[in-house]
């Protein structure tokens, strides 16, 4: 694997993160991130959505015209969601979550992240750069996503993946973790710890 | 090639458009028959949870088959009553009223363009002595719907709502929050009143302790004033229907009512209320 794509692959987990650095997507990682479950699930829907349609659009880049690009994008990220949505809603084991994640699911349309990387890379990259580009920010979405729910989740519910942890040892669930507002402030601190590991970052 | 000439850009966005079109289709179509069937077991776990059989976290621990072998299990009679209160026809097997058949419903007894026939509701009796009714209207972003479960001496055992898209934290805790749910545990509905559900602003009656009174009120959801009224009129509207169900259902009354001041006289309709206020 040549450097680049290597670049390409490990850029958005850490260093170009999406949601701490280019702070996109910060709206549904308030909302869904109460749960692990429901994190993890929403994190794969937004990796396979990201991916797939950065995988379309840069196949069809050529052809697609200039003054209506933006709107075959919208509807190609448009028809990947209501893709994910319709398979999520038809197996039993994610029929629940789906209800849980409810207009989340949907409204990954409105993500920053999906349009913003097939904007700046689909458009102008070869497919399997693009799909990777896709994926890796999906990915780093996915793992800030996950690291808040864990917090969330253990310190608001006392469980994991709705396993009990903390609660049998006496511990008093945290209605505040569970409100949207302890998310922010989670992610200032996940953002507060990067910036001082990765000092250029710094402003 | 150039892309920038009209007829290019208006040919390929159809093109575009109409193939995305056709794959939404065909998925949509292949997959609803297993759609269905999880909503089915949705609605079961839902009435089950106002029947009092478990919360609704305890209920979709099971699978979709135990969810219907448990209705069918504890369901005593289901059937379609008319705005009569008389009885139409039984349910056979397992058959629910979901959202979708309650929007139809809800348009049959408001009448008006939308109106198909004569409104056809569902009544379901459970072995626990339960009567589980289903209430359909309009949230504030859109259609919120749920069941109520009636306790043999008509106050309310247990509710549980759902709604399509209600603002998560706010309208949506009319599903989320069970604390809201719990309200209506032993309030009653004041069938034969116009209002016979009230979901009020400001906080509903209290007594000494704090303890919401047994009439027909409970408190609205803060910041939710919207889902909170339609909620109200959603309940109204639906209880309404099945007045004369329940109150013809009702056990003759031989209690002397309305103030003690007429002992003599039989009770006639609805005492329920009046007794509520004597005490």
Same mark, same amino acid.
């Given at each position: ?5 290597? %670049? ?5 987990? &850490?260093?170009?993160?999406?949601? $701490? ?13 109460? $749960? ?25 880049? @050529? ?55 097939? %904007? ?5 990259? @070869? ?33 994991? &993946? ?42 | ?38 909503? @089915? ?16 976290? /305890? ?17 005593? /009679? ?47 009796? &459970? ?69 016979? &559900? ?18 027909? @009120? ?6 939710? $004033? ?23 259902? %009702? ?26 206020? /004597?005490?």
């Amino acid at each position: 694997m040549d450097a680049k794509l290597k %670049e390409t692959i490990l850029n958005p987990i &850490f260093k170009g993160n999406p949601i $701490t650095v280019l702070v996109l997507g910060i709206c549904s990682s308030l909302a869904v991130t109460v $749960t692990l479950k429901g994190a993890l699930v929403m994190a794969l829907s937004v990796i396979v959505v990201c991916g797939i349609s950065s995988l379309i659009l840069s196949l069809l880049r @050529k052809t697609i015209p200039g003054r209506v690009r933006i709107i075959v994008q919208l509807v190609v990220v448009a028809m990947m969601v209501i893709l994910v949505d319709q398979i999520l809603k038809s197996f039993e084991a994610t029929y629940a979550i789906d209800k849980q994640l409810s207009v989340y699911i949907g409204l990954i349309i409105t993500n920053c992240i999906v349009m913003g990387r097939i %904007e700046a890379f689909a458009l102008g990259n @070869k497919p399997w750069p693009s799909f990777l580009d896709g994926i890796a920010n999906g990915a780093g979405y996915g793992l800030i996503l996950i690291i808040v729910a864990f917090f969330r989740e253990l310190l608001g519910s006392g469980t994991l &993946f709705g396993v009990d942890i903390l609660n049998r040892f006496g511990y008093v669930p945290n209605n505040l973790v569970i409100l949207p507002p302890f998310a922010l402030i989670l992610l200032g601190c996940i953002v507060w710890v990067q910036r001082s590991i990765q000092k250029d970052l710094q402003e | 090639m150039n892309t920038n000439n009209n007829v290019y850009t208006v040919v390929y966005t159809t093109v575009i458009v109409v193939v995305v079109a056709a794959i939404l289709a065909f998925v949509s179509q292949s997959l609803k028959a297993k759609q269905d069937a999880n909503e @089915k077991a949705e609605t079961i776990s839902q009435m089950l949870t106002s029947a009092g059989y478990g919360t609704k976290a /305890e209920l979709d621990r099971l699978d979709n088959s135990a969810k219907l072998d448990k209705y069918a299990e504890e369901v005593e /009679e289901a059937f379609i009553i008319n705005l009569d209160g008389e009885k139409v026809r039984e349910l056979e097997g397992i058959t629910v009223y979901g959202p979708k058949d309650l929007k139809r419903q809800n348009y049959n007894i408001k009448g008006g363009a939308n109106k198909t026939g004569e409104p056809e509701i569902p009544v379901f009796i &459970f072995k626990n002595g339960r009567t589980v009714v289903p209430i359909y209207g309009a949230g504030l972003w859109g259609p919120i719907w749920g069941y109520i479960s009636f306790n043999s001496d008509l106050t309310i055992g247990g509710a549980y709502f759902d709604h399509e898209s209600e603002t998560a934290g706010l309208g949506a805790k009319i599903k989320d929050d069970p604390s809201f749910q719990a309200e209506f545990v032993g309030e009653k509905a004041f069938f034969a009143e116009s209002n016979v &559900f009230d979901i009020v602003k400001g906080g509903a009656p209290r007594d000494a302790e704090g303890k919401s009174v047994v009439d027909n @009120k409970i408190d609205a959801i803060t910041g939710a $004033t919207m889902t909170s009224q339609g909620l109200d009129a959603a309940i109204d509207t639906w209880l309404a229907a099945y007045a004369k169900y329940f109150l013809g259902s %009702e056990p003759a009354c031989n209690k002397p009512c309305c103030g003690g001041e007429s002992q003599d006289e039989p009770c006639e309709g609805n005492c329920e209320h009046h007794n509520e206020v /004597e005490e």
